[in-house]
């Protein structure tokens, strides 16, 4: 009897012990649920992690530019004041994104001339702000105008050609934001070869694992201007991103706009191929940033007392940019805006009414691009109706 006993206790124990076990696994998967539901939202949109990668490269263009911007053997003798480390990080950082080849050689060439392109238009508003400021302090910001233009023109050479218009005015951009004079050419020139070193490396590294999404410009070679007018589409669409940019300029003279470069950028980068690829872009632009925006406010005190894990936030959210932009626009813009916002906060720049009017005025220069696409030489895809 007592081993009967012994026997009966041991299976009650493991009985007991079964039924509080049995629980845990349930529990367990609950609490892995965010984790899990995240995984399957990457996975929806970036199947097969190709965009991931390169996500994780434009950080590291950036990173390892930006490093190399400070060292001291490299400022040394630079004018005081340049900041080299945001000027090359930022040609390294949109040379990747516009780079899309398939191997590593034309991927090497295409990063060259596109920081090269970055460093030319920067040199470009260099030479041209003196005689623009004659008529102004926000005449300036005319050179922007050109390099607006560009953008949209040079999408006829095809994939390199779009990126190159886009360095072109990204250099512009970051001249002007910088307050670059003439004396600060050498650093142009050194921030370009840095940011080619920056860029040119990671690629090297992540080899045949990144797969490049063909760009849109491939369609945009069909599409059909306005009939009879005679003018291309790609000159329509420089225009129209020219036009509103010159609006956003006026509006800038006349009314004091606090961020008119943010509105500026806007109306380059929401021009699509037709009309109605141009309104799609503009919706899905303001629902990024309406997301993006107020998501960046909430983590402005993280930005004061952690810097550490708002770079972190910041590089992450690149990342899922650059998964999201060939195919999901909008959740690209809310990247986009979060880390725009956060960065200048981690920056020093904790005004709640200059980061809200740089969201406002972005908004305001979409909704420009999107009046110029549809009554500036309106495009149609090339399957449109007659």
Same mark, same amino acid.
């Given at each position: 009897?007592?081993?009967?006993?012994?026997?009966?206790?041991?299976?009650?124990?493991?009985?007991?012990?079964?039924?509080?076990?049995?629980?845990?696994?349930?529990?367990?998967?609950?609490?892995?649920?965010?984790?899990?539901?995240?995984?399957?939202?990457?996975?929806?949109?970036?199947?097969?992690?190709?965009?991931?990668?390169?996500?994780?490269?434009?950080?590291?263009?950036?990173?390892?530019?930006?490093?190399?911007?400070?060292?001291?053997?490299?400022?040394?003798?630079?004018?005081?004041?340049?900041?080299?480390?945001?000027?090359?990080?930022?040609?390294?950082?949109?040379?990747?994104?516009?780079?899309?080849?398939?191997?590593?050689?034309?991927?090497?060439?295409?990063?060259?001339?596109?920081?090269?392109?970055?460093?030319?238009?920067?040199?470009?508003?260099?030479?041209?702000?003196?005689?623009?400021?004659?008529?102004?302090?926000?005449?300036?910001?005319?050179?922007?105008?050109?390099?607006?233009?560009?953008?949209?023109?040079?999408?006829?050479?095809?994939?390199?050609?779009?990126?190159?218009?886009?360095?072109?005015?990204?250099?512009?951009?970051?001249?002007?934001?910088?307050?670059?004079?003439?004396?600060?050419?050498?650093?142009?020139? *050194? /921030?370009?070869?840095?940011? +080619?070193?920056?860029? #040119? &490396?990671?690629?090297?590294? $992540? !080899?045949?694992?990144?797969?490049? %999404?063909?760009?849109?410009?491939?369609?945009?070679?069909?599409?059909?201007?306005?009939?009879?007018?005679?003018?291309?589409?790609?000159?329509?669409?420089?225009?129209?991103?020219?036009?509103?940019?010159?609006?956003?300029?006026?509006?800038?003279?006349?009314?004091?706009?606090?961020?008119?470069?943010?509105?500026?950028?806007?109306?380059?980068?929401?021009?699509?191929?037709?009309?109605?690829?141009?309104?799609?872009?503009?919706?899905?632009?303001?629902?990024?940033?309406?997301?993006?925006?107020?998501?960046?406010?909430?983590?402005?005190?993280?930005?004061?007392?952690?810097?550490?894990?708002?770079?972190?936030?910041?590089?992450?959210?690149?990342?899922?940019?650059?998964?999201?932009?060939?195919?999901?626009?909008? *959740? /690209?813009?809310?990247?986009? +805006?979060?880390?725009? #916002? &956060?960065?200048?906060?981690? $920056? !020093?720049?904790?005004?709640?009414? %200059?980061?809200?009017?740089?969201?406002?005025?972005?908004?305001?220069?979409?909704?420009?691009?999107?009046?110029?696409?549809?009554?500036?030489?309106?495009?149609?895809?090339?399957?449109?109706?007659?």
């Amino acid at each position: 009897m007592d081993s009967d006993q012994q026997v009966s206790a041991v299976r009650s124990a493991q009985e007991r012990s079964t039924a509080t076990d049995a629980p845990q696994p349930a529990r367990f998967q609950r609490l892995l649920w965010p984790l899990d539901a995240a995984l399957r939202w990457l996975e929806r949109v970036d199947p097969g992690t190709h965009r991931r990668i390169k996500g994780l490269r434009l950080v590291t263009a950036y990173g390892i530019a930006a490093a190399l911007g400070t060292l001291r053997d490299i400022t040394h003798g630079l004018p005081t004041g340049v900041a080299l480390a945001s000027l090359a990080g930022g040609f390294a950082l949109w040379a990747s994104v516009s780079e899309g080849r398939t191997t590593r050689l034309e991927s090497s060439r295409d990063l060259a001339l596109l920081c090269g392109a970055a460093a030319l238009g920067a040199a470009t508003f260099i030479g041209a702000a003196p005689l623009l400021h004659r008529m102004g302090p926000g005449a300036t910001e005319l050179v922007l105008v050109t390099g607006a233009f560009l953008v949209g023109y040079l999408r006829r050479f095809g994939m390199l050609g779009a990126g190159i218009g886009s360095q072109i005015y990204i250099g512009q951009l970051l001249a002007y934001g910088a307050g670059l004079t003439h004396s600060d050419l050498g650093a142009v020139g *050194i /921030a370009g070869s840095i940011a +080619a070193l920056a860029a #040119i &490396v990671p690629r090297l590294l $992540s !080899g045949p694992a990144e797969r490049p %999404v063909l760009a849109p410009t491939q369609a945009l070679a069909n599409a059909r201007g306005p009939g009879g007018s005679g003018v291309s589409p790609h000159w329509a669409m420089g225009l129209q991103a020219a036009v509103s940019s010159l609006v956003i300029v006026a509006m800038n003279a006349t009314m004091g706009l606090e961020e008119s470069a943010w509105g500026i950028t806007a109306c380059v980068y929401v021009v699509a191929g037709s009309a109605a690829g141009t309104v799609e872009r503009v919706r899905r632009r303001i629902i990024g940033t309406l997301i993006g925006v107020p998501l960046a406010l909430v983590c402005l005190p993280i930005a004061m007392y952690a810097p550490l894990l708002i770079w972190i936030a910041a590089a992450l959210a690149m990342i899922v940019y650059a998964m999201a932009l060939p195919n999901r626009y909008d *959740i /690209a813009c809310g990247a986009f +805006a979060f880390t725009l #916002i &956060v960065t200048l906060a981690v $920056s !020093g720049e904790h005004s709640i009414s %200059v980061l809200v009017a740089r969201a406002w005025e972005t908004l305001l220069g979409g909704a420009l691009g999107l009046a110029a696409a549809v009554y500036i030489f309106p495009l149609r895809p090339a399957g449109a109706a007659e």
